[in-house]
């Protein structure tokens, strides 16, 4: 469930995630990048963010919604030169 914490001007934590790794060859650099681009109709990387939920904020982590319809809207933050 999600974590709820005060609010504030902070550095977000990054958690390490354990990453499959395989032997590979020697490979241009845009090949690679193609390699972990997101595809539709795959499952999206876990990940975990602050959120605003039930009148709270609270740290949320996809996995969380595994099976669920999400929809991630991104924004800049208030006060910003856009």
Known sequence: MPEEFKPGCKRP??????VATEETTAQPAAKEA????????????????????????????????RGKWVLLCFYPGDFTFV
């Open 13 to 18: 934590e990054i958690k390490k995630m354990s």
């Open 34 to 65: 193609m390699k972990s681009m997101v595809k539709v109709g795959k499952p999206a990387p876990d990940f975990t963010a602050a959120a605003f939920y039930e009148g709270k904020f609270v740290n949320v982590t996809l996995s969380e919604f």
